[in-house]
Nanobody
Framework: VQLVESGGGLVQAGGSLRLSCAAS????????MGWYRQSPGKQRELVAT???????DYADSVKGRFTISRDNAKNTVFLRMNSLKPEDTAVYYC????????????WGQGTQVTVSS
């Protein structure tokens, strides 16, 4: 199974980016898909998750600015990031989990997001 992320980069404060993560290989019964981030010296933290039914959860720090969505037919998850702040600078990791009946937990390689002030 591979998770291929794209869309990171350098943006000015107030700008927008859209991250994508496509899961490929022998993967089925995907449960939740999500994004986490890690900045230097800090632990990896949850940014947003979305279930197979479309229920979403966001970190308080990104509510109202970030939107997570997914395309189940293409095993792809997206993260639209608006009104970016310098504190959003981090490596963003895609995560895919299976269902309770068939559990797995895969991570992407990470994509750098840098927000300049």
């Amino acid at each position: 199974v591979q998770l291929v992320e794209s869309g990171g980069g350098l943006v000015q404060a107030g700008g927008s980016l859209r991250l994508s993560c496509a899961a490929s290989g022998s993967i089925f019964s995907i449960g939740s898909m999500g994004w986490y981030r890690q900045s230097p010296g800090k632990q990896r933290e949850l940014v947003a998750t979305i279930t197979s039914g479309g229920s979403t959860d966001y970190a308080d720090s990104v509510k109202g600015r970030f939107t997570i969505s997914r395309d189940n037919a293409k095993n792809t998850v997206f993260l639209r990031m608006n009104s970016l702040k310098p504190e959003d600078t981090a490596v963003y990791y895609c995560n895919v989990k299976g269902t309770p009946a068939y559990f797995y937990n895969y991570w992407g390689q990470g994509t750098q997001v840098t927000v300049s002030s």
